[in-house]
């Protein structure tokens, strides 16, 4: 955790001081509220101008597009100029699309699943929200499913470039979507820069190139092709065949049917908590996961506890390591252990590189935690991970590996570098304000944290509850055995490490 300044302090000023955008900003709360959570969203997008090297060219290109300031702030964009480019970039699409009402229209289709969904510019959709006819949706990762009145069902892998054109027609600019139409909705179209391709009863798989060459692998049933260039006859394909329209005509490919999705990838999907006077997250009360491909809801009192075993900050011992609720509990560690989302044990130690064997625990930074009863490896998830994050950290959620707690043959350590519910997701749910702890010696071990004397202040920010399933797979497990406990580190891949504020096992499946 890294704490900044409260961005509802923050006011934006736009070159053009007259304009429509400035008097909202300055009139409007809830407006200014929005617009300085997208400001704040756009990290991610300078991280990969800076990666492709055009950042700094194109940030001299413009002289302060936008000129935040905050009491005692010294200056945001001062302090954070590397997002100057990304902030010019998200104005233009949160102002473009301020009265889409007008433009767009809702369709019948519906997104079902959003499976590590990051959309550019914008939150993720709600779960079963309908998508805007004609508009354009850019899916910079993650994967989507998207269900049509008639029952066709598409998965849209990111990056993608898409749109609902009607009740049963896809538009694929450029990407990759798996589409399934079963009997009743034969005729399901998907466009492409290059193609027409039209089920007839079947299940294939759809990819665009960045060079606008559209692939086809038909996996099972029939499928139409028609090129757009009208001298190239169309094509009828069946199960197991595939074919790719481009500069080089229609020609037959090799068929490879590992590239068809037939679902989105297991996934915490949601949670519910009681809230506050301000309708912001307290307890968490249930969670929702899909698990083998099925929708699953636990409610928070049949999760599987944990204690806090051990606690090394590693070389952070400087960073705050405590929040919550004022005062803090008698045994400290219960803010990890408990059901409570506004609380919690954080920046933990941690390793950029992850366990690879047998440690000893209380001499490796990171933090232990066993379980009070075994938890099972099943399908899909078999444990949640929530963790605090505000929006000058990464969207994404912070990166950590998780290990075995006892290591033996055929264990591994797994690293966890985007949530399921990240910060732009809409059922990543904000947090009740809560007080910032800071003990007056080093929380070097799990006893200490439990005897230091602490001082606090409230924390100004807004911030909300992420969430991760973490599959016991991952680590090794076989399906059926049982975890007593896990091990816990940072990723140390930045100056962020991650807050954890809930740790719960699901329950076994199969009883």
Not at 145 to 158: N, R, V, Y
Not at 254 to 267: E, G, H, L, T
Request: glycine content about 8%; overall charge negative; aromatic content about 8%.
């Amino acid at each position: 955790m890294n704490q900044e300044s409260d961005h509802e302090n923050i006011d934006f000023e736009l070159p053009d001081s007259d304009s429509e955008t400035n008097r909202r900003i300055k009139t409007d709360p809830d407006f200014r509220r929005d617009f300085a959570e997208h400001w704040l969203l756009v990290a991610a997008l300078d991280e990969t101008l800076g990666e492709a090297g055009g950042a700094e060219n194109t940030r001299q290109a413009v002289a302060d597009p936008v000129k935040p300031t905050a009491a005692g702030s010294g200056g945001l964009l001062v302090r954070y100029g590397g997002w100057a480019v990304a902030a010019l970039l998200m104005i233009g699409l949160f102002l473009g699309r301020g009265d889409r009402g007008d433009e767009f229209s809702r369709s019948r289709a519906q997104f079902t699943g959003l499976a590590k969904a990051s959309f550019f510019g914008e939150l993720v959709p709600p779960v079963n929200s309908h998508p805007e006819l004609n508009r354009n949706y850019s899916l910079v990762s993650g994967a989507v499913e998207l269900a049509f009145p008639d029952g066709a069902k598409t998965i849209i892998e990111g990056p993608a470039v898409f749109r609902v054109v009607s009740d049963d027609r896809l538009a694929l600019d450029t990407g990759q979507c798996s589409v399934h139409c079963p009997e009743g909705a034969e005729g399901f179209r998907v466009d492409t820069p290059s193609s027409r391709v039209v089920d007839r009863g079947t299940r294939f798989h759809v990819s665009v190139s960045e060079l606008n060459e559209t692939e086809v692998q038909v996996v099972e049933g029939a499928a139409d092709i028609y090129p757009e260039d009208k001298t190239i006859a169309k094509e009828h394909l069946t199960d197991g065949s595939a074919r790719r329209v481009g500069n080089k005509g229609l020609v037959a490919v090799d068929f490879s049917a590992q590239s068809y999705r037939s679902q989105v990838p297991d996934r915490v999907i949601s949670y519910e908590a009681t809230k506050d006077s301000n309708g912001r997250a307290k307890e968490l009360l249930s969670v929702t996961v899909q698990r083998d491909g099925k929708m699953q809801n636990y409610a928070a009192r049949d999760l599987i506890p944990v204690k806090l075993v051990s606690f090394n900050p590693g070389d952070n011992v400087e960073e705050l390591h405590v929040f919550g609720d004022y005062p803090l509990p008698v045994r400290r560690a219960s803010l990890v252990e408990d059901l409570n989302l506004n609380g919690g044990i954080i920046n933990p130690g941690g390793s950029n590189t992850p366990l690879k064997g047998p440690f000893d625990m209380e001499s490796t930074p990171g933090f232990g935690i066993q379980f009070l009863r075994p938890v099972t490896n099943g399908p899909g998830p078999d444990l949640v991970f929530f963790e605090v994050q505000n929006p000058m950290n990464p969207a994404e959620g912070d990166a950590f590996h998780v290990s075995p707690l006892v290591w033996e043959e055929g264990k591994k350590s797994h690293t966890i570098r985007q949530y399921d519910l990240m910060m732009t997701a809409s059922e990543a749910l904000s947090m009740k304000h809560y007080h910032l702890f800071f003990a007056d010696e080093s929380l070097h071990s799990a006893s200490i944290l439990e005897s230091a004397n602490f001082t606090s202040k409230p924390s100004p920010l807004n911030s909300k509850a992420l969430a991760v399933g973490i599959d016991l797979s991952d680590l090794g497990y076989q399906d059926g055995e049982q975890a007593t406990g896990l091990f816990f580190q940072d990723a140390d891949d930045d100056r962020n490490h991650v807050d954890p504020i809930i740790i719960r096992g699901l329950p076994n499946t199969s009883q």
